[in-house]
Structure formats: C-alpha cells, structure tokens
C-alpha cells in the first residue's frame, strides 16, 4: 500500500518534470541550443506569479493564482522576444560552446534579477493554505497532496495543446521543417527568427507552468532553480534529446525513480534522495546516450 | 601557436622561433609586470593583496580548464575539485607541512576527475556538460556526507607554516605568487608537447584525431588528470588562505563562473594570459558589485542583501558581450595590442 502510493506520487510528480523537459526539448529540438536557463526560466516563473497573483486582482484565490499564471505567461512572452532578438539571434550558426554559454548567460541574467527584486528570503504564493490545503487529499487508501492535481492538470493541459499544435496544424508543421533543415525552410517561405521566437515563448510558458507548481512544493526561492535543472535535464535526457513525447515519458520515468527508489534508499542513508535525479542522469548518460526516442546521431570524419 | 606571422615579427633561428617572447619588448613587458607584483605588498594595502592572491588560485585552476575545454571536453564540476583539494588539505594539514599537503591534495582531485571524466570516451560535447553537472553535485553532497557530525561542516585548515615556522602575510604572498609562476610555465609549455596538439586535435573532432594515432583513452584521462590536479592545488591554496572550509565554498554557480567567466570570457585555448585575465574578470566584478552595493545601499534600502545577484546579472551580460563582440575573448584584445606594438609607431 506505502508502495502504491509511492508509485502514484512518483507519477504526479513526474508530469511537471515532464513539462520542464518539454521546454527543455523544444529549445534543442527546434533550435540546436541546449537550454541551461531552464531552471533559471522556471524561477523566474514562480516569481512572477507570486507577484502578479500578489495584485489580487479577484477575491478567489484559485482564480486569482490562475490569473496570476496568465498575467506571468503574457509578461514571458516579453522575455521570450527579447530573449530571442538580443541574445540568441546575434549567435546562430556559431560553435555549440557559444550557444551553450549564451543560455548560461541567460540563467545568470535572469537568476540575478529575480534576487536583486525580490531577494532571497523564502516566499509562498498568496492564499497558498486556501489553494494548496496541507491536509492530503484521500482518494480510497492514497493520499495525493493538492499540488499534485494542478500538476497533472496543467501538464495535460500544456502537453495537450502543444501536441495538437506541434502535429496538426500549420503552424507545427512549419515548426517540424525548421528543426529538421532551417535553409531548406527558409526557401520554402517559413520565417526562421519568428518560428524560434515561438519556440522561446511556448518554452518560457512551460516553465513558468513548472514554476507555480515548484514554488508551491518547495516554496519560492532560489533553491527552485537548482530543483528545476536537476529534474529537467535527467527527465529530457531518459526521453532524447529532440522527442517532446519523450520529454513527458522521461519526467514520469524520473519521478517514478525519484519516489521509489529514493524514498526506500533514503530510509538507509540520508539525504541520498537530493542526488538521485544526478545518479539517474549519469546512468543515463553511459547506459543509452541518445534516449529512448531520440535521434541517433552518426557523426563521420 | 603563431600561425599566420605579422610584418615586423622575425625568427633567424629555431631558438628564437620556440621562445615564449617574441620581441624584445614583450620582455620589458614581463619584467615590468613581475616588478610590479613584487613591490606591491610594500606599498598597497592588504586588501589588494588579498585579491592578488584569489586572482592567482582562480587563475590556476581556469587554466586547467582552459586546457580540458580546448579538447572540447565541458566540465562544469571544478568548484567541487577544487572542494576536494581543499578539503584533502584541511584534513591533512595539521599533520603534514604544505608542500606535502598541496601536492596530495591535487593527486586526490585529478583521481576524481579522472574518474567522472573517463566516461567522456562515451559522451560527448554538451552530454560531457551533463555528466559534470552530475559529478559536482554529487561530489558536493559527498564533501556534505563526509562533514555531517561536524557543525555548520566547516573544517578548519592548520596555518601556513613550515617545520615550525609560521608565515606571514608576505611569506604567503611570495609563495603563492611562485606557486602560480610555476604552474603557468608548466601550463604554457603542455601546449607544445605531442598533449598539448592532441587536446587541439580532440577538440577538432576525436574521431579524426584518433585516425591520426591519437590515443583517445590516454589523452583524455590524461587531460582530466591535470585539469584536476590544477583544480586540486588551487582548492589547497585556498584552504590554507580561508582557513576554514565548507561545502558551501565549492557552489555549483562557480563551475560555471570558472567556465564561462574565466574560460570564455579570458580566452579560450590562451592557457596563460587568457586565463589570468578571466580570473580578474571574476575577481574584480565581485569586488566591484560588494563595493557598489556598499555604496548604494543607504540610498537604494531594497539593494540590501543583493550582491550576490547583482554579481550574476554583471557576470552574465559580459559573457552575452564578449560573445557578440570578441568571441575569441580577453586575450584576443591583448593579442592585438601586442600585434599594433610590434610595428610601432609605423604600423599598417
């Protein structure tokens, strides 16, 4: 019974890795840049929302939170903008270490200004105890905290609507043709800049997702970044690199791991469940480098 | 490293061709410079000193990662290394005096960067990044596992000293000026040896650099093992510096400071003056953001406690700069300094 319930925590958990993963992947997939910001992104997020459902704008603090989220979401589509033209764009089709530096740039930029706005005192979302009851809730012999139901709700949502846009429509379709060749798309009329300005802006929108979830668990400091890079990296990594289909398997899979086996290991040595995500990558990494649904990369001389 | 050679440069014989000064100039240049460090503790106050000396420990260690990032193997896991040297240190030093201590602590380091670098036979380019990201905080919880009985896991570091006499603050500065010196000039020359080409070679494409008779295996541990035995040394100099260490010296945003900051940003494959100058970078953009927020605080109260990340927003808007705008870094800048002297005041 202690099992199962480890078992569905592990699974509830593991949507919002999946999310973080998800924004994780879109970057490489659709750009080539491995996205280090990504736990900086989701910090960023939290922040945000802390401070715009901080307004109350409405009385019910679930719908004030939600309003919150939006108001976050429409702001980080700024970011994404600005993100794109100014840091990324000047960059392409230079080394892989120059990109990669770029987004460690990015996370040092936004990770900075989160703590020279806000601090680094540890904060919590408004109406946190209304929204987010600390009594579990029991469903027959599990119990299930509340964050974890807006976890599996907002993952569904997010995943929902980007598969639908990703393998439906146009706008996905044109998406696809820039990952797999951008000159090839380029002739055929598909703007490249706007199509990675999107990218960002889907990417920026998953992690502030991810960060109302994280900041509601941990409580919103700058811990939430480590958290969120530790848990998106591992979670892309077991799916591939370039799979957003993956990206959701893999957060599962992490959290699975992370509830079972870390919570059984860390009865016999403390403070191990800090480092399973860390263990699992490095497996990961020796065991099945390009993931279960990632592509093969065959590099020639 | 000169490939394509200037007007105004001349080699008349081998000798000449393999010297690390091109011209009589770049001489005076040097002696100057050490001039200047050696009557420096006679006439600034000890808070130079002090940032003389992190300058020189962080100088170390970024150019062993210079070295290692040349091969294009990533590594984000230095902070720890240089943690293990300091910690080897802090719990050897009351026991044996420091040039026993120092090397032993840098032979610990290299062991565990061999060990978290080996994979790299597997992995590649950013996955390495990964697997490093991994190791430092896995090591990092380990040096926390290790300190869990004692309180606030801060372990005390014996004085400097040697067979019973102590040293000063300028003692200490002389040596660790001489330490640096030593290990720049071994550093300089790795990038001649058939090592230092294989690194180049690597991290052009390992496969081709196997095909050339590069022994991938061998290289690369041996890449990991001096890149960790510099971390090793500068993480004991720090210890005996500091006094006391913790864990929470050896944070996983230096890895990235080191790398960035100190790699990119001072130059990248320049493994004496590139690093060095990232070293400043990362030294005087501290010192400057804890002096601003000193200044500005009584007037900006929200500014308070933020120094630690208006030092991050600095460190990332001068790696996005330099990025954009010298992408070859710091020494490029000092390179075409030298290069306008070379013919000066007649140049082209």
Redesign the interface.
């Known amino acids: 019974m202690v099992l199962l319930e480890m078992i569905v925590m592990g699974l509830a958990a593991g949507t919002i890795y999946g999310v973080m993963a998800l924004s994780f992947v879109l970057i490489y997939r659709v750009g080539k840049i491995?996205n280090?910001a990504v736990g900086d992104m989701v910090l960023l997020g939290a922040y945000l929302i802390f401070a715009f459902s901080g307004l109350a704008l409405v009385q019910n603090p679930v719908i004030n939170l939600i309003l919150g989220l939006v108001l976050a979401s429409i702001f980080g589509l700024v970011i994404a903008v600005g993100t794109e033209r100014f840091?990324m764009r000047?960059?392409y089709g230079?080394s892989?270490?120059?990109l990669?530096?770029?987004t460690?740039?990015?996370?040092?930029?936004l990770?900075?200004?989160?703590?020279?706005k806000w601090?680094?005192v540890l904060r919590v979302f408004p109406g946190q105890h209304e929204v987010f009851p600390p009594i579990p809730l029991s469903i027959g012999p599990i119990e299930i905290p509340y964050v974890y139901l807006w976890s599996i709700a907002g993952a569904i949502l997010i995943f929902g609507s980007f598969l639908y846009l990703f393998r439906k429509t146009l706008f996905g379709f044109a998406m696809r043709a820039v990952s797999l060749d951008p000159e090839a798309a380029a002739t055929h009329g598909i703007s490249i800049k706007k199509i990675y300005t999107y990218t960002w802006m889907i990417a920026y929108v998953a992690a502030f997702l991810a960060g109302l979830v994280l900041g509601a668990i941990n409580g919103i400091t700058v811990i939430v970044s480590?958290l969120g890079?530790?848990r998106a990296?591992p979670a892309a990594?077991i799916g591939g690199l370039d799979s957003p289909g993956g990206a959701m398997l893999g957060g599962l899979l992490l959290g699975l791991i992370e509830h079972t086996v870390g919570t059984i290991l860390n009865a016999y040595i403390p403070?191990?469940r800090?480092?399973i995500p860390?263990?699992v990558?490095?497996i990961v990494?020796?065991v099945k480098?390009y993931g279960l649904f990632g592509t093969v990369r065959i590099?020639r001389? | 490293m000169a490939s394509s050679r200037p007007c105004g440069v001349i080699k008349e014989s081998y000798r000449a061709d393999m010297s690390f000064f091109e011209k009589p100039f770049h001489y005076w240049a040097m002696g100057i410079f050490v001039l200047v460090l050696l009557i420096l503790p006679f006439t600034a106050p000890e808070f130079y000193l002090d940032a003389i000396l992190l300058i020189a420990i962080f100088s170390i260690t970024i150019m062993g990662l210079n070295l290692l990032?040349q091969a294009?193997l990533?590594s984000v896991m230095h902070a720890a290394l240089m943690g293990i040297g300091a910690f080897t240190t802090a719990f050897i030093s009351h026991q044996v005096p420091f040039f026993i201590a120092m090397p032993v602590a840098g032979i610990m380091a290299a062991l565990v960067s061999v060990f978290f670098g080996l994979?790299s036979l597997?992995?590649?380019?950013?996955?390495l990044?990964?697997?490093t990201?991994?190791?430092q905080?896995?090591i990092e919880?380990i040096l926390?596992?290790i300190t869990r009985d004692i309180p606030g896991s801060a372990v005390y570091t014996a004085p400097l000293a040697v067979f019973g006499y102590q040293f000063g603050v300028l003692e200490q500065y002389y040596l660790y000026l001489l330490i640096t010196a030593v290990m720049a000039y071994l550093i300089a020359h790795i990038g001649r040896t058939p090592l230092g080409k294989a690194m180049v070679m690597m991290g052009e494409?390992d496969?081709?650099a196997q095909?050339q008779g590069v022994n991938l295996l061998k290289f690369k541990a041996m890449a990991f093992a001096i890149s960790g035995f510099y971390a090793g040394i500068a993480g004991s100099m720090w210890s005996y510096m500091l006094g006391l260490v913790t864990p929470e010296h050896f944070p996983?945003l230096m890895s990235?400071e080191l790398?960035?900051v100190g790699v990119?940003v001072g130059g990248?494959g320049s493994y004496v003056w590139g690093s060095i100058l990232g070293s400043v970078m990362i030294i005087v953009v501290t010192q400057v953001t804890t002096e601003l927020v000193a200044v500005l605080s009584p007037y900006m109260p929200w500014?308070?406690?933020?120094a630690?990340?208006?030092?991050?927003?600095?460190?990332?808007?001068i790696?996005?700069a330099i990025?954009?705008l010298e992408?070859e870094g710091l020494a490029n800048l000092l390179r075409k300094v030298k290069r306008y002297f070379d013919l000066w005041p007649f140049s082209y």
């Open positions: 491995v280090i840091l000047p960059l230079q892989i270490l120059s990669i530096m770029m460690v740039a990015l996370g040092m930029i990770r900075g200004a989160t703590i020279v601090g680094t480590y890079l530790a990296l990594l403070g191990i800090d480092i860390y263990i990558l490095l990494l020796l480098p590099e001389v | 990032t294009h990533f994979p597997r992995i590649k380019v950013f996955y990044l990964f697997s990201t991994a190791a905080f896995i919880w926390n596992w494409k496969y081709a095909i996983f990235w790398l960035g990119i990248l500014l308070g406690a933020s630690f990340g208006l030092r991050a927003i600095f460190y990332g808007i790696i996005a990025l954009i992408p």
